[in-house]
């Protein structure tokens, strides 16, 4: 395994931590970690039905709480990990942010944002998708089968 | 002009009252509320520069104040007018709380959803474009003439 693959596990799992936390929270479990140059400055999990507020996924979070600890609101130098691939909203968030890496986990085939809003992100961010994806889609199908119970 | 059209440009009227703020106070001059059963429930305006943070979009601020004022994440019986078309993440927002009625004023050719994610609303939601749009759009045009001076 590459180097870069190593670091990139390492975060995602950070993440996953977070989706996990999420999910003892009895929310969807999608966690996410911002980290500029090797540091790691912000993670959020899912919170909507805790704030009850539709626009508090873990993505939306982090971004917000990364500019918070950055002092600006443009993320050129940031990765953003995140278990689950983004929504239209939370690309949307993440081309304004101008966030420069995107790292995901598990696709997400209905709602994500590479069906529904392909061009959302910043022109110059590059993405990899599929880092530890077995791990994160294994708790959102366990969530949702215990959700079905 | 026909008794629906009144009602939305009061609203609207509304909405451009929130986006003279945002411009008051330095911020792009976009306005929302949101309307439930003829009452205004919310009413916000863009503050990325004031928070320093992407995602604070008048009709994210919006949605996140309808939803404690309801004391419930979807908004299917609510009327969402903002000044402008709005982003892809705002759509994705607005998708996801399920508004059932879009208004807006002026187009946003660059990054407005009808471009960049034009099937993020929820299914059912209906939308009407150009109320006021005269008056959304000069409001923005001020703002960058005063920018670039």
């Given at each position: 395994m590459n180097e870069e693959r190593n670091i990139d596990e390492r975060f995602m799992r950070m993440a996953l931590a977070e989706a996990e936390a999420a999910y003892s929270e009895g929310e969807i479990p999608i966690g996410a970690v911002v980290v500029c140059q090797g540091r790691v400055i912000a993670r959020a999990h899912n919170q909507t039905e805790t704030l009850g507020d539709v626009t508090a996924h873990a993505e939306m979070l982090a971004i917000t709480a990364a500019a918070a600890a950055l002092g600006?609101?443009?993320?050129?130098d940031c990765s953003l990990y995140v278990t689950v691939e983004p929504c239209a909203m939370c690309a949307g968030a993440m081309g304004w942010a101008q966030i420069g890496r995107v790292v995901y986990g598990t696709d997400e085939e209905k709602r994500g944002y590479t069906r529904?809003?392909?061009?959302?992100?910043?022109?110059k961010a590059t993405v990899t998708r599929g880092v530890l994806a077995g791990e994160c889609k294994a708790l959102m199908q366990a969530f949702f089968r215990d959700k079905r119970r």
């Open positions: 600006g609101k443009y993320l050129p529904l809003a392909p061009m959302t992100l910043h022109p």
